[in-house]
């Protein structure tokens, strides 16, 4: 696992808006050019509103006009390695291969690696879709 992604998801994470649960996640994606895109969970007073680190990462990925993840990198300040959630396990499926590798840390420097495949078996795609 590169660094970088961890130095940018690190980073990141101090931007993140989350008064409600003061749990601030940070993360970073490579992208198929290279680039590194970041994000970090946006909280709403309207809970539900709230937007996760994933998410952020992943839109700004693709308003940069790249729709291929080649890596993830996921950090929070827990004690575990925080793991996406269901809707971002999707979120990253839409633009990443199964063997994408996935890391999942904490800020005191844990680290836990698995793949898009393994966070989300039996995953819904297009090909689900066909028939
Ligand atoms: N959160 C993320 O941003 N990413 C994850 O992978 C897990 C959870 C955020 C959502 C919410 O703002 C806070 O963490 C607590 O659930």
Known sequence: MSSSLRKAAVAVRENAHAPYSNFKVGAAIRAGSGAIYVGCNVENVAYPEGTCAEAGAIAAMVAAG??????????????????????CRQKLAEFGAGDVAVTMATTGGIEQQTTLADLLPGAFGAAHMKG
């Open 66 to 87: 790249e729709t291929k993840l080649s890596e993830a990198y996921v950090v929070a300040g827990s004690d575990l390695p925080v793991t996406p959630c269901g809707g």
